[in-house]
């Protein structure tokens, strides 16, 4: 049984780790911002007296410290941070401003970094740890409409491949994620060059995988402590991904083509 503190876990794939972890018997954290959706969820785990909601606003980067000290204090501590919080993008580079380009930066890239630096004393104190973090399979190719996602998902690989390296002999883990389409709301969420919601829904999202089951291959790949991961279906972003090993000049041929739908 372990504690697992989870960002982002108000809806999608954070809300279906919740579940699934707390049906695995483990206890679990969950923080966004909206704590009403995070009790609705906290109901829903098969053991809400084994789950704590902690609300927070990622971009309040100066709260993680005492944020950081209310996750430890719910149980004693905490074994694996999962860094899910986030946004996606919807833009062409000539449409987005630069604003844009750096509130994407802040939320997906920055607020993870600066939670890792308020966790990880904590882990290293115990030799034991466990950083779990959600890029995106535009954490590794490049497309249309994607620059600020695919920038701060890419930063994410660089930063976390860093610091496994720094904390391996220290026992602490780290793997990166790089789901392809998976079933949430993030399309609607989307920030657009003018900084407003796209607020619709994207027919890739709707055909991808059941959050559900990405929580169930997340959870298999978080117990293996595997460096990396894809989650997600057999299809498009997985032969993308497997091309980007082998032939990746083909893929930047192709990504022209892949404007989200
Ligand atoms: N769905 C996909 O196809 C897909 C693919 C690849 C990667 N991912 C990644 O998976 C992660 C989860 O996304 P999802 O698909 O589950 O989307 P989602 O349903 O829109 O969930 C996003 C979560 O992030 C939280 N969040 C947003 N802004 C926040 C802030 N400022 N402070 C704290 N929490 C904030 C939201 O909660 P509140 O609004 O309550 O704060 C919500 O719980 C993201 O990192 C995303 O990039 C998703």
């Not at 890029?135 to 600020?148: F, H, L, N, Q």
């Not at 559900?212 to 991961?229: C, F, L, N, P, T």
């Amino acid at each position: 049984m372990k504690v697992i503190w989870i960002t982002g876990a108000s809806s999608g794939i954070g809300e279906a780790l919740a579940y699934a972890f707390s049906a695995a018997g483990d206890k679990v954290l969950i923080s966004a911002r909206r704590t009403e959706e995070l009790e609705r969820v906290k109901a829903g785990c098969a053991n809400p007296g084994m789950v704590r909601v902690l609300p927070m606003d990622l971009l309040d980067t100066a709260s993680f410290g005492e944020r950081v000290r209310e996750a430890i204090g719910a149980f004693g501590q905490v074994d694996i941070l999962v860094h899910n919080g986030g946004v996606t993008q919807r833009g062409y580079v000539v449409d987005t401003e630069l604003a844009v380009q750096r509130q994407v930066m802040e939320l997906d890239y920055f607020s993870y970094v600066a939670l890792t630096k308020a966790m990880l004393p904590h882990f290293i104190e115990r030799k034991s740890g466990h950083f779990v973090v959600m890029s995106s399979v535009m954490g590794k190719i490049g497309t249309p409409m994607r620059s600020a996602y695919a920038a701060a998902k890419h930063a994410l690989h660089g930063f976390f491949d860093c610091l496994r390296a720094e904390v391996a002999a220290m026992g602490i883990l780290v793997t990166v994620l790089t789901p392809g389409y998976v079933q949430t709301n993030i399309s609607q969420h989307a920030i657009t060059g003018d900084g407003s919601a796209l607020g619709k829904a994207s027919e890739n999202i709707e055909k991808g995988l059941p959050a559900s089951r990405a929580a169930d291959k997340i959870m298999r790949a978080v117990r293996k402590g595997r460096y990396e991961a894809y989650i997600g279906k057999r299809s498009m972003e997985w032969v993308a991904l497997v091309l980007n090993r082998l032939a990746p000049g083909l893929v930047m041929k192709l990504a022209p083509k892949f404007v989200p739908k």
